[in-house]
């Protein structure tokens, strides 16, 4: 999904992967939306956001 990228922090998302095109500094993500997969996860380590993006790639 791709998502539009803010010039604010998208204030219900607390992230801390850096390496994202949409991060910002403070643990804040600046896409206006977010998809998180997979279906069926039993737990938090098999959850992701599927928004990512590395850096540099836009
Ligand atoms: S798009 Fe996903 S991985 Fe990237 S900063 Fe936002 S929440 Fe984090």
């Excluded at 010039?7 to 850096?18: I, L, T």
């Excluded at 896409?31 to 590395?54: G, H, L, R, W, Y």
Aim: aromatic share 8%; proline share 5%.
């Amino acid at each position: 999904m791709r998502a539009n990228k803010m010039d604010q922090p998208n204030q219900g998302v607390k992230c801390v992967v850096n390496t994202c095109y949409y991060y910002m500094s403070g643990d804040h993500c600046s896409a206006d939306k977010i998809e998180v997969q997979p279906k069926n996860a039993s737990n938090t380590e098999e959850t992701d956001c599927a928004t990512f993006v590395p850096q540099g790639q836009y």
